[in-house]
Each structure stands twice: as C-alpha cells, then as structure tokens.
C-alpha cells in the first residue's frame, strides 16, 4: 500500500509561481510512473504531467513552458513547479502513483493505482 501526501497548494494571483510536492511512505515501487491530475467541479480529472522510472517527463499542452514535474527517488517525493499561472489553473490538483514499473509517462487517471487526497489551488486574475 502506497499513502500519498500532497502538500503547497494555495491562493496566488496571476502570473505567480507555486510549486506543489507529493510524499510517499509505505512500500513504494521505485520503477513506478507518478503524475499531477487536477480536477475542476464538476469535471473528470484532467492529466497534467507526469513522469516514468527513467524521471522522463511528459505535459499537458496547456501547461507546457509553464511547469516543470520532478520525481526524487532518494526522498520518495515528487514535486510539481507552477509558474505563470492562469486563473484557468485553478482546480483541485491529485498526486498519483501507478504502483508498478513503467517505461513511458502514462496519462490515464486509468493506469494509476495510488492517489493522494488533494490540494487547492486558486489563481486570482
């Protein structure tokens, strides 16, 4: 069993920079894929990066230039850089794990096994 933890969510104005960070404990794979999903009310969850075993990353067109995903394997944390952020950003963001070893980023909110509870964040115009 995986637990993940994500933590720097918060209320920003637009154009401003926030970065998020997912902690994981239990037994974790290191091999596995970990990505960033965001939910809007009412939405389904919407890919927006992620990252395989090898740490290559992959983004959703609209987030592109503007953030960066990073897996450390040593502190089991992986983290999500926003910057220039739009009000349109703003959702619910998700950590997830998938919980087994994979060799591309995978997309699908489908393919993931472990997801952490959420964290806020609000863009402001």
């Known amino acids: 069993q995986v637990l993940l933890v994500e933590s720097g969510g918060g209320s920003v104005q637009a154009g401003g920079s926030l970065r998020l960070s997912c902690a994981a404990s239990g037994w974790t794979e290191l091999r596995a894929c970990a990505g960033w999903f965001r939910q809007y009310p009412g939405k389904e969850r919407e890919w927006v990066a992620s990252v395989d075993r090898r740490r290559t990353a992959a983004y959703a067109d609209s987030v592109k230039g503007r953030f960066t995903i990073s897996k450390d394997l040593a502190s089991h944390t992986l983290d999500l850089q926003m910057s220039s952020l739009k009000p349109e950003d703003t959702a619910m963001y998700y950590c997830?794990?998938?919980?087994?070893?994979?060799?591309?980023?995978?997309?699908?909110?489908?393919?993931?096994?472990?997801w952490g509870q959420g964290t806020q964040v609000t863009v402001s115009s």
């Open positions: 997830a794990n998938s919980g087994r070893a994979c060799d591309s980023p995978l997309v699908n909110q489908h393919d993931y096994a472990y």
